[in-house]
């Protein structure tokens, strides 16, 4: 949000001066509040680590030890232990029937009014409405989406008009190595089905 803001004051015509009194948010020492550590969610921790951070998280299950203590993370049982003493909530989960809206109205009022909401899973693992009301009123800083219910919003949305989101398309994984890694993968799995092996990335385990 400081980023994008700051690249509109950068190239705008009207920028005559760059205020000293522009202050972000520091990332280091701040607490990461990571909801879903899976396969992702623990990699967002290994680089959240590099910049000092401390990292609580709430998962359906807990992660062994030794893994909790490479990245330096807090397992909260309830996540709205994790909500209320986050700085920084990143959403990392799939979409069901049991996270669907798993963040709405009550959810965001745990947290802190200078916290950020960041959402990298499914758009509508956000109760969308309650979202735009809390930006609106400062119940939270800010929000950062790379997902929205629907992808693209429809123009008119008012999520498109708050100075406090900022909105990507779904470009989490779009870079050419990315997609390369993610067709590699796919072929892998689709050979081991057909040769009796084992799937690699199998969804739901047996």
Not at 41 to 66: C, D, P, T
Not at 131 to 146: G, H, T, Y
């Amino acid at each position: 949000l400081y980023f994008h803001t700051g690249c509109h004051i950068a190239v705008s015509p009207d920028t005559k001066y760059f205020a000293v009194d522009w202050l972000g948010v520091e990332v280091t020492r701040a607490t990461l509040g990571i909801i879903g550590m899976g396969s992702i969610g623990y990699k967002v921790a290994q680089r959240a680590r590099a910049f000092n951070m401390r990292i609580l998280y709430h998962n359906r299950n807990q992660r062994r030890k030794e893994e909790e203590e490479a990245v330096g993370a807090h397992y909260r049982a309830e996540m709205g232990d994790l909500l209320q003493q986050s700085d920084f909530v990143m959403l990392v989960v799939n979409l069901t029937p049991e996270t669907h809206k798993l963040i709405g109205k009550k959810e965001l009022g745990l947290m802190k009014p200078t916290a950020t909401l960041i959402n990298i899973s499914r758009g509508a693992v956000i109760d969308q409405d309650a979202l735009v009301e809390a930006l609106q009123n400062k119940v939270i800083r800010a929000a950062a989406l790379d997902v929205t219910n629907p992808e693209p919003l429809p123009r008119d949305h008012p999520l498109l008009n708050l100075n406090n989101v900022i909105i990507t398309p779904h470009i989490g994984t779009a870079t050419v190595q990315a997609i390369r890694m993610m067709a590699e993968e796919a072929i892998a799995n689709m050979l081991a089905v057909l040769n009796d092996q084992p799937i690699p990335s199998e969804v739901f385990p047996k």
